[in-house]
Nanobody, 120 residues
Framework: QVQLVESGGGLVQAGGSLRLSCAAS??????MGWFRQAPGKEREFVAV????????VYADSVKGRSTISRDNAKNTVYLQMNSLKPEDTAVYYC???????????????WGLGTQVTVSS
């Protein structure tokens, strides 16, 4: 049974940092990524990483402030977020699949999400 379990969310002041983790179990994935969804908005792409770790893509909204990485030995992907802004407030979802891309349809498995709240 495949499971993706996110952790690391929380409440942080603007300018602060958080590190999200997503532990996968049941199988390994060539592509893992992060999406987020704010209240009343559609789920949007944040970052994606290929299994080699050498290929990453970021949304413009987080580029330069966030770093996605993975530990294949632990089957875990991380999202380090710095200089957080109130507009980063959302539920952050981990996603995994076999096709590299930035749209939700590229991913076959999803976690339940972890809340990130950035106060001004």
């Amino acid at each position: 049974q495949v499971q993706l379990v996110e952790s690391g969310g929380g409440l942080v002041q603007a300018g602060g940092s958080l590190r999200l983790s997503c532990a996968a179990s049941g199988r390994t994935f060539s592509t893992m990524g992060w999406f987020r969804q704010a209240p009343g908005k559609e789920r949007e792409f944040v970052a994606v990483i290929l299994w080699t770790g050498s290929t990453t893509v970021y949304a413009d909204s987080v580029k330069g402030r966030s770093t996605i990485s993975r530990d294949n030995a632990k089957n875990t992907v991380y999202l380090q977020m710095n200089s957080l802004k109130p507009e980063d407030t959302a539920v952050y979802y981990c996603a995994a699949g076999s096709r590299f891309g930035i749209v939700t349809s590229n991913f076959d498995y999803w976690g339940l999400g972890t809340q990130v709240t950035v106060s001004s």
